[in-house]
């Protein structure tokens, strides 16, 4: 069977109107048009939806019992094929997930949850961890918004540069390097380290920036963790490098001191990552905003 959904909308407009002129001048055709339409439903449901009575038609008991139907059924097909773009924040009931890296879950995940409680109470957030292998989660509909270091290549998933920060030398206070006046790259590779990592590397593009110095530094464990990380440093002699906007934001709390890294080393970036279906969907466009918001840098740095 083939369907019209244009039949639907001159079915609506027949029924509502209770005549072929009202319908066609409501839905902007002719009355020959629309009398063709009329045929053809006809046709399609087997009864005469309208019938004459003197100078008016009279819609048939079958048009009548489908009346309210007909008009119902087309409202859902408007807002399938053209949804509302409107956002109501107040009524909105949702749940989001999101896959952020663990640092910036502490740094910028109170805020956003903050901010969506105040905006929209029914909405709610998941956060959850990072694998230490690569899911297609954005892909598969799982995940709703990454936040990490990572830029994603396929052609199907966005990515937004939404922060970046030098990165800093992490120590407890006390620390012999916080001792000295300035801290050579030399000094710094001496160090024991304590790297993060949560495929459990040992090296990464520090061991690089040392190399090309020719100096090479000794690695005694990693951790899965920023927060992890800082709960050995906090301890021992150990040293972390770590983002300076993470690492300030639980340095008091901690008892840690940020010192300059001595070394030429690009930016931590954190990127905003989601599918393309989402593109346009007005509540994940909301999302979005305030994420920028909330992992926005704070401040300028201060070592």
Do not use: C, K
């Not at 509909?141 to 936040?147: P, T, V």
Request: net charge neutral; aromatic share 4%; glycine share 6%.
């Amino acid at each position: 069977m083939q369907l019209d959904l244009n039949l639907l909308a001159a079915l609506d407009a027949l029924l509502e109107e209770g005549s072929v002129t009202g319908a066609a001048e409501r839905l902007h055709v002719t009355a020959p048009a629309m009398s063709r339409s009329l045929g053809r439903i006809r046709r399609t449901t087997g009864d005469q939806i309208l019938v004459r009575t003197g100078r008016t038609m009279t819609p048939t008991p079958y048009a009548i019992a489908v009346r309210e139907q007909v008009h119902e059924l087309l409202q859902q097909v408007r807002g399938v094929l053209a949804p509302s773009r409107a956002l109501d924040l107040a009524t909105l009931d949702r749940t989001f997930t999101l896959r952020w890296h663990d640092s910036l879950v502490a740094l910028g995940g109170p805020a956003l949850l903050t901010a969506v409680r105040e905006q929209a109470p029914g909405v709610r957030l998941r956060f959850v961890a990072e694998s230490s292998t690569d899911t297609p989660g954005l892909r598969r509909g799982e995940i709703d918004l990454e936040a990490n270091a990572n830029r994603p290549g396929a052609p199907d998933i966005r990515a937004e540069r939404v922060a970046e920060t030098p990165h800093v030398v992490v120590v407890r206070r006390g620390h012999p390097l916080t001792r000295a006046e300035h801290v050579t790259a030399a000094r710094y590779a001496e160090a024991e380290h304590i790297t993060v990592s949560r495929r459990g590397s040992l090296g990464n593009g520090l061991d690089d920036a040392l190399a090309r110095l020719g100096l090479t530094r000794r690695v005694v464990a990693t951790a899965p963790t920023e927060g992890a990380a800082f709960e050995f440093v906090r301890g021992s002699d150990l040293l972390v490098t770590a983002p300076e906007s993470t690492a300030r934001a639980v340095a008091t709390d901690l008892g840690l001191t940020l010192l300059p890294l001595p070394l030429e080393l690009p930016p931590a970036t954190v990127y905003l990552s989601w599918h393309q279906r989402y593109d346009t969907d007005p509540a994940h466009v909301w999302l979005r905003d305030l994420a920028r918001t909330a992992l926005a840098p704070r401040g300028d740095v201060d070592l």
